[in-house]
């Protein structure tokens, strides 16, 4: 069941705000500062910006944790304040920062699951079903039964994603879900993000510092800085709108030093930027006076000198670049 609301619009949200009060009350701080957002249903929405931003007081207004001071939201149709609880209904909650504490980990990870799903007042057929499924689809029915005290960082990960998934809700909010992982741990944990919205079809509304993570997993992602949001698009469609050069990107195997001297001896390359090795082939990044050009005769140059590049495109600007371009190198 959805409130009256956009069709295939999941979260929106007009001039949400909200403030809070420093140095003894004396100060008023804007946390969130008239935000207007649209996330559609089924789609992987990230919140991107520097500590500070703002991004969790966001994503808490929206679980109805936080109230908003001005502006308005709905999640799944309803009003975030007048129809807090509907709101609860239909969303899963999960705050990565909690390292594990949210589970009890003198209980197996299937009598965790269990016990949050007596909490939501999930009927024990239906329960123990979804128990099992989940802990199928999140690789831990070998270790079901085990204290969740002896888990891992990741796999304690995995079984509060399932705790999140207990009610079956549509819409996933989640707070830094990777932060405290170990490299394993995130990129497993980002895998699995990825099959909720692909393979179970789950919006997901989630909050990150890390650039490279947003890069990989988002369709769209907001930039936040200081309350605001600065921006709002793809990655890619970010990179292409902050360019500062024109530049083409070269990718080949072989000997770097051969191909540099071949870019420069081309009038229409302007500079070498960077030289980056990869696992086997290298990237050579130039800027170049006609892109199109650029495309054309490369190729030529380095067929006519015996090398075969692996590619020629256009060089965008990583969304690192973008990030410090739109925040003004907030880190």
Same mark, same amino acid.
């Given at each position: ?39 559609? $249903? ?66 197996? =990870? ?28 999140? $690789? ?58 692909? $393979? ?85 990044? =130039? ?27 256009? =060089? ?16």
């Amino acid at each position: 069941m959805r409130g009256q609301f956009a069709l295939n619009i999941a979260v929106e949200t007009e001039r949400l705000t909200k403030y809070f009060r420093g140095d003894g009350g004396k100060e008023r701080i804007v946390a969130v500062d008239h935000v207007n957002l649209s996330v559609r $249903e089924g789609e992987f929405f990230g919140l991107l910006g520097p500590n500070g931003a703002g991004k969790t007081t966001l994503i808490k207004m929206l679980c109805t944790l936080v109230i908003p001071d001005e502006g308005t939201a709905r999640v799944a149709g309803f009003d975030i304040v007048k129809d807090a609880e509907k709101v609860r209904e239909c969303i899963g909650w999960l705050h990565g920062e909690t390292g594990g504490r949210a589970l009890y980990w003198r209980l197996s =990870a299937r009598d965790n699951l269990r016990f949050y799903a007596y909490l939501q007042n999930i009927p024990p057929d239906i329960a123990r079903r979804r128990i099992e499924a989940l802990l199928e689809f999140f $690789e831990l029915s070998k270790d079901a039964d085990r204290l969740v005290k002896d888990f891992s960082t990741g796999m304690k990960m995995r079984v509060m994603l399932a705790r999140t998934l207990l009610s079956n809700a549509p819409i996933l909010l989640m707070d830094e879900p990777t932060v405290g992982l170990d490299a394993t741990g995130a990129i497993e944990t980002r895998r699995l993000l990825q099959a909720l919205c692909r $393979e179970l079809h789950k919006t997901i509304v989630f909050t990150t510092h890390n650039i490279f993570e947003a890069e990989r997993l988002c369709d769209r992602i907001a930039v936040m800085n200081k309350g605001k949001v600065v921006a709002v698009d793809t990655p890619m469609r970010l990179s292409e709108v902050t360019r500062k050069y024109r530049g083409v990107e070269v990718r080949f195997r072989g000997p770097s030093e051969e191909a540099v001297k071949i870019l420069e001896g081309l009038d229409v390359v302007k500079s070498i930027m960077s030289v980056q090795p990869e696992e086997d082939h290298t990237v050579i990044r =130039a800027e170049v006076k006609d892109e199109e050009q650029a495309l054309s005769e490369i190729p030529k140059a380095f067929s006519s000198n015996g090398l075969k590049p692996i590619g020629v495109q256009l =060089a965008l600007p990583s969304l690192e670049e973008v990030f410090l371009s739109l925040t003004g190198g907030g880190s």
